[in-house]
């Protein structure tokens, strides 16, 4: 059963740093994107940042150069490095997982693993509260 924990959401001021975390667990498959995405009450979700096994990386415009993914393979773990925080950032911080089992082949992850891609499993959330 896949799971996945994030944390590291807390309340922080404008200009602020944090750094969510996402552990990952109960998949084999080595290819997969995994996913940042926010939501805040009485808005869509919001794809912020994207990851695949070969570390091709998509950002959001909103978040471009603020914010930073990363993954620790050995840990199977992702990051969230969120820089120059600003209270638009302020929401509902999840952690999602897709794109199993794919033939790179046929679904290069530069095309299918970015901020706009469907995710199969959600962790429950880590709220980030930015203050001005």
């Known amino acids: 059963q896949v799971r996945l924990v994030e944390s590291g959401g807390e309340s922080v001021q404008s200009g602020g740093s944090l750094r969510l975390s996402c552990a990952a667990s109960?998949?084999?498959?080595?290819?997969?994107?995994m996913a940042w995405f926010r939501q805040t009450p009485g808005k869509e979700r919001e794809g912020v940042a994207t990851i695949d096994e070969n570390g091709n990386i998509n950002y959001a415009g909103s978040v471009q150069g603020r914010f930073t993914i990363t993954q620790d393979n050995a840990k199977n773990t992702i990051y969230l490095q969120m820089n120059d925080l600003e209270p638009e950032d302020t929401a509902r911080y999840y952690c999602a997982l897709g794109g199993l089992g794919l033939n790179r082949a046929y679904y290069p992850g530069t095309q299918y693993c970015t901020v706009g891609a469907a995710m199969d499993y959600w962790g429950r959330g880590t709220l980030v509260t930015v203050s001005s």
């Open positions: 109960g998949y084999s498959f080595t290819t997969y994107c």
